[in-house]
């Protein structure tokens, strides 16, 4: 039973064995809690029409769809279901399809179409991280990006996710620059060690002077932290162009923007658009790369995006709902690199343990290029 008490079989039962012997009594045990899908195995009418309802949906179909809808209509009109409960299902299967359409927020009013097509028209500039935020969540998108609604900010007294991504960004924008195209390897470590805990010491500097801490001691214990992450990613950085080295692979562009430009910018940066095309379609992207390592002589590039989470997999940017490493290499073709081979375009994990580039898209023909594994 549901309650968890212990059954016992019926003595009806076992009188009914004893009459009809030597003839037996098959004995089938059904659970309550096991989903079936024949109706023939239906006793009550929830589960008949439970049934019902995933052959006219889902499958397995072991009806006909005249079967199906024949049952429907007979347990609607014996009230076993309600015509809502029918509209709903019928609703859903329109969802599931292989088209968008109104229940999956398709805008078939002509006004707003045409609102919306003068609003993002061909002068409009899209850009990678909005597309992704669209293609995750579109009511996040629509919460955000449309009616302009912010998540409530509270005060914390350690450093929020958001600025530490901005900082550590900042601080090995700044580490690289002054490394261009050098191969680290060949440079004492404990120099190099040192050189990014000062950076990131003028990094911090700089922040504590704009927005002071609410607490200091939480402060200089969090900046630590970060900088012992830095750390490990420089030391797995050592690693990753030793053993990418006979690639020839070395960092070269930092914060690689198109579209738009800003003074932290990498200087090879353009305000051209990305277009893409499709039909007579054309959607303007700007963006911002985070790393670029380069081949010159070997006319090969793989992009970078730093993260402090692991990245999207490979079935979310199949599916469209991350989009940023696609058009980061569709920038890199188009405007930066036009025909040098792209091994690829990976998230660069900023954190203090786990793999760090295990995700994104790299070709298996250059897999030694970034270090991954062929999967």
């Known amino acids: 039973m549901d309650d968890g008490t212990e059954t016992v079989a019926s003595y009806y039962v076992d009188e009914l064995r004893r009459a009809i012997a030597p003839a037996k009594i098959e004995v089938r045990q059904i659970r309550s809690d096991i989903d079936g899908w024949d109706?023939?195995?239906a006793s009550t009418p929830s589960e008949m029409t439970t049934i019902l309802m995933r052959q006219a949906?889902?499958?397995?179909?072991?009806?006909?769809?005249?079967?199906?809808e024949k049952l429907l209509s007979e347990a609607e009109r014996r009230y076993f279901v309600s015509r809502s409960a029918l509209d709903r299902v019928k609703i859903e299967q329109e969802r599931n399809s292989r088209f968008f359409g109104p229940y999956d927020g398709e805008i078939t009013n002509p006004e707003l179409s045409h609102i919306l097509a003068r609003?993002?028209?061909?002068?409009?500039?899209?850009?990678?991280?909005?597309?992704?935020?669209?293609?995750?969540?579109?009511f996040r998108f629509f919460a955000n990006r449309v009616l302009r609604i912010e998540p409530r900010s509270e005060a914390a007294l350690d450093l929020q996710a958001i600025d530490a991504g901005k900082l550590l960004h900042d601080i090995l924008r700044r580490f690289f620059e002054k490394h261009r195209d050098e191969y680290l390897p060949a440079h004492p470590r404990d120099l190099l060690r040192d050189d990014l805990r000062q950076t990131a010491e003028a990094v911090f500097k700089e922040h504590e002077d704009k927005v002071p801490p609410l607490n200091d001691r939480i402060w200089k214990i969090d900046c630590e932290i970060r900088k012992l992450i830095l750390d490990q990613v420089l030391l797995y950085e050592l690693k990753l162009q030793e053993k990418t080295d006979p690639?020839?692979?070395?960092?070269?562009?930092?914060?690689?923007?198109?579209?738009?430009?800003?003074?932290?910018?990498?200087?090879g940066s353009k305000r051209e658009y990305l277009k893409l095309e499709r039909d007579s379609d054309v959607a303007l992207i700007q963006g911002q790369i985070d790393r670029v390592d380069v081949n010159p002589?070997?006319?090969?590039?793989?992009?970078?995006?730093?993260?402090?989470?692991?990245?999207?997999?490979?079935?979310?940017?199949?599916?469209?709902?991350?989009?940023?490493?696609?058009i980061y290499l569709a920038a890199l073709e188009q405007l930066f690199l036009p025909g040098f081979q792209l091994a690829g375009g990976g998230y660069h994990s900023l954190?203090?343990?786990?793999?760090?580039?295990?995700?994104?898209?790299?070709?298996?023909?250059?897999?030694?290029?970034?270090w991954v594994s062929s999967r």
Do not use: W
């Open 39 to 41: 109706i023939a195995v």
């Open 57 to 68: 949906s889902v499958g397995p179909h072991t009806l006909s769809p005249n079967q199906v």
């Open 119 to 138: 609003h993002f028209g061909p002068e409009y500039v899209y850009s990678a991280s909005r597309l992704s935020t669209y293609g995750n969540c579109a």
């Open 247 to 267: 690639r020839g692979m070395r960092p070269m562009y930092f914060e690689l923007a198109f579209g738009r430009a800003s003074q932290a910018s990498d200087p």
């Open 297 to 326: 002589k070997a006319r090969l590039a793989i992009a970078y995006d730093y993260k402090l989470s692991q990245g999207a997999g490979l079935d979310e940017i199949k599916s469209g709902r991350q989009v940023q490493i696609p």
């Open 351 to 370: 954190r203090a343990k786990g793999p760090r580039l295990n995700r994104g898209l790299h070709r298996t023909a250059f897999a030694d290029c970034s």
